[in-house]
């Protein structure tokens, strides 16, 4: 590579992005400071503690993004069903080998530094995602692609249920979105929104009244469409599966999830208060939030963060650390900084012009979007505890390099969209 | 682009709505509702309090009447508590294991990790013995607090009691109280609350998660210490106080002495009375049924709250009123054949005196002379009408204190009972006039007084024409602070000049052979006072003496009421006799140390609990005095019955005819 090259490079980089990924990574350093600060033993700055450490891991990780950025774009593309295919191997053997960490078999010791394979995953299912709809082009209207692109999503997928850490599992659900893009019905998004929505009707409404209603409402629309023969029919299937699907949650809530995992659901349904068991974590993270009011209690003067009041704080629950000492206003700078990025990201990907660049562009903005909304919906109490991180900001060096890898492989992608990959 | 590009919006969409929600959420939980501001506060930090001491009471010689005696409140915290030897713990405090778990229970469900009181009120002996073992049972600790201790063991009334806020204290004290926080419930506990309670010390503590102490919060920028109530300065004699609940053993009634020339009260009995030192400890919720159960009602204060009719002891108003407005002069007479013709009705007398004159009337207690007077100052002409003539008179005779309340520093004070023209009007209909009402000159009918008022007429009398009004506290601090209220004179409206010729008959109705109270004469002092034997439609009549001492310069006026007693001169003189020389040398003279002792002895209580029935009295018309209503449940307060409009006459007939002299 020629530095002419290289300048050029780094002039079609986009600043702005990377300027947000930066504010990011640096409220995610402040607030990681403010939970692990203890009023009676910090004072100077520690390396080791874990402060310390996620400056190593932020300015590992920026190495780590511009490095790729130096890669050659086409590098990618190739290489994307081998990248797949390790990380694949990579999420089997940590069922052999993995450490077990708070029940879930999610880690491979290496020497002193752990490794998260599910993290890995998500950039190496985003790349074969990407390579597969940019080489064969599938609109998703026949069996076949829907099949391959759900294969691919979801053997990762299975293998993270395994583990299991469902959290993770769920986030490969982002992948609708880019299929979405790419010609996939808008039904496969409503279906799956009606199944979220039944799945919670389960748990609140009894069978005896849910049954009648979901009846009720499939022969209206099947007598609705009663001229067409076609429609009718897919109404009537359409209700049966749904009181089929009814009876599936049912019992697989009861037989296939866990205890702990069952408590949380019922936690955020409202069936079940536990403010000392499992609903402590998110009764304490709402505390803190809420008391940060609009203004919040300013920089190391959180009460709960301080007395550590909140579990997991620098990890999952980092966002309670901000809600407190930064208020509403912080709070709402934060997602505003998410949603800027996001919609970036998503344009950026718009004005590619190979497949490949765009939907790995909106795979990126999909599993970030997923991370951020179940990880804040979490803290305020919206979404059961699901733990996953909060990209960028969550303590953590897997979670910050593969969200850094995932985001600059696009970055560079998109300083290259002129070239040919 | 083909038209897939438009899903570009749809997602972007999806991103902002979801966005939008999670901000609303959060505007919810942040700014909207305040609900996790203060559990993060409850989170973290834990108030300490210590309790101030309340404030000391003393007498007017300066003789300490309520002190604090050292008590232990047992506290747990329920996270602490480790496995221990319940049945040790249960043994020192006197419970046992249902009460145990009771009480844990009960702190366990109002915070895990918050103290909360376990047993109240340990005592010094308890708390010695708890205290050598404190260390075995983890999460067990002891708070000091003190409770009153009365040392006289009088004046129950007087004092009242502390007892632990209720649910609506604390609502309605805006949140200043907590549960757990004393309150006096009545009498100057109660009156003088927030000056004798003090302000309660608290040190916050800051705690992390895992209940560890992390110092002060804000440098104790909110922490206080605890201070004590202020002392108060009572008026109370306990001498006299003493005295006074030993004469009325045995008895219902009351004694109110007042200073005249300060309003002090000197004395403030109420009987039965109760052991004020019931009423504080663990025992006070028993001791409180029990005292309330028993007969006679010792929680009544009867000297702010019993209604007498005044009775004869009214008549030096009626001789007032009727010199100031020029209806009478010193030397007028009237005939005494043995009674007043009211229209048909004969006002009876005790006497057939003739010719007699006002300071005769007023030592003998003269019927006949006292409706004079009243008819005369009802039937002068410058009044348009009857009305107009009762209003005044009733003006003139309510700046006495009877018909208000006197504002004595006291809850539940009552403020007797004085008709209304309008009042009279309502009962009779339009045809009424003085004839109708002429029981009012001798203090019965549509009029009563406590004895605090009685007591107060006798402070305006020996003060020649006004009064300060009566109070219990005198000194308020270390600085001793006087309310202003009590520097100033109150004028009744009648002229300084015409007190002499009242009092000369007041001297004369304990003093000259002919008075109703020779026989509670006190050697070498000159006692003014009038009797009053008082008819009550509950039972027997009640025994009333008011009076002041000595004539010139007075020191002390009086009102004595001894329920169910009989005549005037039988137990309300004497005790009033004995109270007042007392007061003003020491000690008694003579026999009347024997006669005193008597009279302690003397046993007169109404005749309870007895069927309704029976509460007919026998010489009075079962129309006119037995109402359906007869407050059964209150025999020993004795209220002027309401008669109806055809009665009316017969009343005053009836009133008169042996019951007053």
């Known amino acids: 590579m020629s530095t002419q090259q290289g300048g050029r490079f780094f002039f079609n980089v986009d600043w702005i992005t990377i300027l947000i990924y930066v504010a990011l990574c640096t409220i995610g350093f402040v607030n990681i400071y403010a939970s692990i600060y203890n009023p009676d033993t910090s004072t100077l700055f520690n390396f080791g503690s874990n402060y310390g450490k996620q400056l190593i891991f932020i300015l590992t990780a920026l190495v780590l993004g511009f490095s790729i950025l130096l890669l050659d774009a086409k590098f990618f593309s190739v290489f994307s069903p081998i990248v797949y295919g390790i990380t694949m191997l990579l999420l089997m053997a940590v069922l052999v080998v993995g450490r077990k960490v708070a029940g879930n078999q999610a880690w491979i010791p290496l020497g002193s530094f752990r490794l998260q394979p599910s993290e890995l995953a998500k950039f190496g299912t985003a790349l074969l995602i990407a390579r597969y709809v940019g080489n064969f082009n599938p609109k998703f209207r026949d069996i076949k692609s829907i099949f391959f692109a759900g294969l691919i999503i979801c053997f990762p997928l299975l293998l993270i249920m395994l583990q299991p850490d469902t959290g993770s599992a769920l986030v490969f659900l982002a992948f609708m979105f880019p299929l979405y893009r790419e010609g996939l019905s808008g039904y496969f998004l409503l279906i799956f929104l009606g199944m979220i929505v039944l799945f919670i009707a389960d748990f609140l409404v009894p069978m005896s009244i849910l049954i009648p209603i979901i009846v009720v409402v499939g022969g209206f629309f099947a007598y609705q469409n009663k001229r067409k023969q076609k429609m009718m029919f897919s109404m009537i299937i359409a209700t049966v599966v749904a009181i089929v699907y009814l009876f599936v949650v049912k019992l697989a809530y009861e037989k296939v999830l866990e205890p702990h995992q069952r408590t949380r659901i019922e936690i955020i349904l409202g069936l079940k208060t536990d403010p000392k068991g499992a609903g402590y974590n998110v009764i304490q993270s709402k505390i803190a939030i809420g008391s940060g009011q609009i203004t919040g209690r300013g920089f190391l003067e959180g009460t709960q963060t301080k007395y550590g009041y909140v579990p997991e704080q620098s990890t999952d629950f980092i966002f309670s650390t901000i809600g407190e000492e930064w208020g509403f206003i912080g709070c709402t700078v934060v997602i505003a900084l998410y949603i800027f990025l996001l919609l970036r990201v998503i344009n950026l990907a718009e004005r590619q012009r190979s497949t490949f660049s765009r939907v790995y562009g909106y795979c990126v903005a999909s599993i970030i979007f997923f991370h951020v909304f179940i990880n804040i919906g979490m803290t305020i109490g919206i979404i059961p505890v699901i733990g996953i991180p909060l990209p960028f900001i969550s303590y953590g060096g897997s979670s910050l390099w593969s969200f850094t890898v995932l985001l600059f492989i696009f970055l560079k992608l998109d300083s290259n969209r002129m070239g040919f990959i | ?661």
Not at chain 2, 297 to 311: E, K
């Open chain 2, 1 to 661: 682009m083909d038209n897939l590009f438009n899903r570009k919006y749809i997602i972007q969409g999806l991103f902002i709505v979801v966005a939008l929600i999670l901000l609303g959420q959060l505007f919810y939980i942040q700014v909207a509702s305040d609900r996790y501001f203060l559990s993060a506060n409850s989170n973290v930090l834990r108030k300490k309090y210590t309790f101030p001491a309340r404030g000391i009471i003393m007498d007017r010689n300066n003789k300490v009447l309520v002190q604090n005696e050292p008590v232990y409140d047992l506290m747990v915290t329920p996270n602490l508590v480790k496995p221990f030897d319940t049945m040790a713990l249960c043994n020192i405090i006197g419970i046992d294991m249902k009460g145990f778990h009771k009480r844990f229970n009960k702190a366990r469900n109002q915070s895990r990790y918050q103290r909360s009181v376990f047993e109240k009120q340990l005592s010094v002996q308890t708390y010695a013995a708890l205290q050598e073992r404190l260390s075995r049972f983890v999460g067990f600790e002891t708070q000091n607090r003190t409770v009153r201790h009365y040392p006289d063991s009088v004046a129950g009334q007087f004092f009242g009691y502390v007892k632990e806020v209720t649910e609506k204290d604390i609502e309605q004290s805006n949140g200043y109280y907590r549960p757990g926080d004393y309150i006096g419930k009545a009498g100057v506990e109660r009156q003088y609350n927030d000056v004798l309670q003090g302000e309660r010390g608290v040190e916050n503590t800051i705690y992390n998660a895992r209940n560890v102490p992390q110092g002060s919060y804000l440098n104790g920028k909110f922490d206080t210490l605890a201070t004590s109530g202020e002392t108060l300065v009572s008026s109370l004699d306990i001498r006299l106080q003493k005295l006074g609940e030993q004469l009325l053993h045995n008895k219902v009634g009351s004694i109110v002495a007042i200073e005249p020339s300060t309003g002090e009260v000197l004395a403030f009995v109420s009987s039965p009375t109760y052991d004020p030192n019931l009423m504080v400890g663990r025992q006070q919720g028993n001791n409180y049924m029990d005292i309330f159960g028993s007969p006679n009602r010792p929680f009544t204060v009867r000297p702010l709250s019993g209604y007498y009719s005044p009775g004869s002891s009214f008549k030096p108003l009626d001789a007032l009123i009727g010199l100031q407005e020029g209806v009478i002069d010193p030397n007028t007479t009237f005939n005494c054949p043995g009674g007043y013709w009211a229209g048909n009705h004969l006002v009876r007398c005790e006497h057939v005196d003739g010719p007699i004159s006002l300071r005769r009337g007023l030592a003998r207690s003269c019927n006949t002379y006292a409706c004079y007077v009243f008819q005369k100052l009802m039937t002068q002409s410058k009044y348009k009408n009857k009305i107009a003539a009762y209003d005044d008179w009733q003006a003139k005779v309510r700046k006495f204190g009877i018909g208000s309340k006197l504002d004595l520093d006291m809850p539940f004070e009552r403020k007797g009972r004085l008709f209304t023209s309008e009042e009279y009007t309502k009962r009779f209909g339009k045809y009424w006039g003085y004839t109708t009402i002429i029981s009012l000159a001798i203090g019965q009918g549509e009029m009563s007084a406590t004895p605090l008022q009685m007591a107060n007429i006798m402070a305006v009398i020996a003060n020649r024409g006004y009064y300060i009004k009566p109070h219990l506290i005198k000194g308020i601090g270390e600085k001793k602070d006087v309310k202003e209220e009590y520097l100033v004179k109150n004028s009744v409206g009648i002229d300084q000049r015409h007190f002499g010729p009242v009092i000369d008959g007041m001297q004369d109705a304990v003093n000259a052979p002919y008075g109703t109270a020779r026989d509670s004469a006190i050697p070498d002092i000159l006692m003014c006072g009038k009797t009053g034997t008082v008819q009550n439609p509950h039972g027997k009549n009640h025994s009333v003496f008011i009076g002041f001492a000595p004539r010139d310069n007075p020191k002390i006026a009086i009102a004595v009421i001894v329920e169910n007693a009989g005549f005037g001169s039988a137990y309300a003189a004497p005790i009033a006799s004995y109270i007042t020389e007392t007061y003003l040398t020491g000690k008694l003279s003579g026999n009347r140390v024997d006669r005193a002792e008597w009279m302690k002895k003397q046993v007169v209580l109404p005749e309870v609990p007895r069927p309704k029935q029976k509460y007919l009295p026998k010489d009075t018309t079962g129309k006119t005095t037995a109402p359906a209503t007869a407050p059964a449940t209150t025999p020993q307060l004795p209220q002027v019955p309401k008669p109806t409009a055809a009665a009316a006459d017969k009343i005053v007939e009836n009133k008169n005819i042996q019951n007053t002299k």
